[in-house]
């Protein structure tokens, strides 16, 4: 019988112990993920770019709401912006927070379910 070898870390986790400002920052974030209607923004946004319209319709808020909610996910550097002619399209700013809102979204999803967890 073989022994496997650890399976290394991927290569963009960042494996430094976290200093009282990363701590701060992180903290910031799942602030701003506290929010159910900024939580399903950033999810429709982890699949692709949209504008305030589409993602309006897509998590049954006004686009006034939308609006505001993507100012303060903007303000915070979570999601950034492309113009085309009259549209602005919002996109997230990184994979980290695709992945960080996709694994909360599946935790969540297993805790509703009752799913098994897994790693």
């Known amino acids: 019988m073989r022994v496997s070898e650890p399976v290394p870390a991927a290569t963009s986790a960042h494996l430094r112990a976290p200093d009282d400002a990363r701590l701060t920052e992180a903290a910031s ?20 770019e949209a504008d305030v319209g589409s993602l309006a319709e897509q998590c049954s808020a006004s686009r006034t709401a939308v609006s505001q909610h993507l100012a303060k996910l903007r303000l915070a550097g979570l999601v950034e912006t492309r113009r085309e002619g009259r549209h602005v399209f919002y996109r997230l700013g990184d994979g980290h927070l695709r992945r ?4 909360a979204l599946s935790h969540a999803d297993h805790r509703v379910s009752g799913e098994a967890p897994h790693d």
């Open 100 to 103: 960080l809102v996709t694994e």
């Open 29 to 48: 974030v799942f602030a701003m993920l506290s929010d159910a209607t900024r939580l399903h923004l950033l999810w429709l946004l982890a699949q692709d």
